[in-house]
T-cell receptor, first 113, second 114 residues
């Protein structure tokens, strides 16, 4: 069935360093890949997304890369700040172009001051 | 404008009771999703409504779970004969057309089954 694997489950970095979170997906029909940030006790919020016709997308300190052949996509956060500490979820769109996202299990990022 | 809202924010119930969870999507959004988030886990898809189309119920874990969306707006998720394993945060999200676009999440309902 459809599956999204996310690694690592936890990640600690020093403030100012970069953080990378990786996801793999199983359904070759997936064509949309959003990333959500969920702060403690709050709702998930979209931080960046990428479509399958694009290999990379950047938004200030955040970037996402997509390798369709390998079915990998990654989130890159540069110059991390304490407020980046949260749980990050990747997701892939479902089969046949449906948009019931299949979510990864999340990465708890801690940025140490 | 107003975001997605959900009620109640917290619900404690006894095993075997039925519960109803409500979601008010963003006005004008045609797509509505329900997800379940267990402690320390990712978001598990439950059900998807898109306009007047038949809902995609493929994620409902058992026939104790059902959902309705009346008038293309408000949705209710019902869990019958609740079990302890149903304890989780139930998140609702909506999007404009149900395509490759941002899904806006509500604050969730934290359900505890004793």
């Amino acid at each position: 069935g459809e599956n999204v694997e996310q690694h690592p489950s936890t990640l600690s970095v020093q403030e100012g360093d970069s953080a990378v979170i990786k996801c793999t997906y199983s359904d070759s029909a997936s064509n949309y890949f959003p990333w959500y940030k969920q702060e403690l006790g709050k709702r998930p919020q979209l931080i960046i997304d990428i479509r399958s016709n694009v290999g990379e997308k950047k938004d200030q300190r955040i970037a996402v890369t997509l390798n369709k052949t390998a079915k990998h996509f990654s989130l890159h956060i540069t110059e991390t700040q304490p407020e980046d500490s949260a749980v990050y979820f990747c997701a892939a769109s479902g089969r046949s172009g449906t948009y019931k996202y299949i979510f990864g299990t999340g990465t708890r990022l801690k940025v140490l001051a | 404008g107003a975001g997605v809202s959900q009620s109640p924010s917290n619900k404690v119930t006894e095993k075997g009771k039925d519960v109803e969870l409500r979601c008010d999507p963003i006005s004008g959004h045609t797509a509505l999703y329900w997800y379940r988030q267990s402690l320390g886990q990712g978001l598990e898809f439950l059900i998807y409504f898109q306009g007047n189309s038949a809902p995609d119920k493929s994620g409902l874990p058992s026939d104790r779970f059902s959902a309705e969306r009346t008038g293309g707006s408000v949705s209710t998720l019902t869990i019958q004969r609740t079990q302890q394993e149903d304890s989780a945060v139930y998140l609702c999200a909506s999007s404009y057309r149900g395509g490759p676009e941002t899904q806006y999440f509500g604050p969730g309902t934290r359900l505890l089954v004793l």
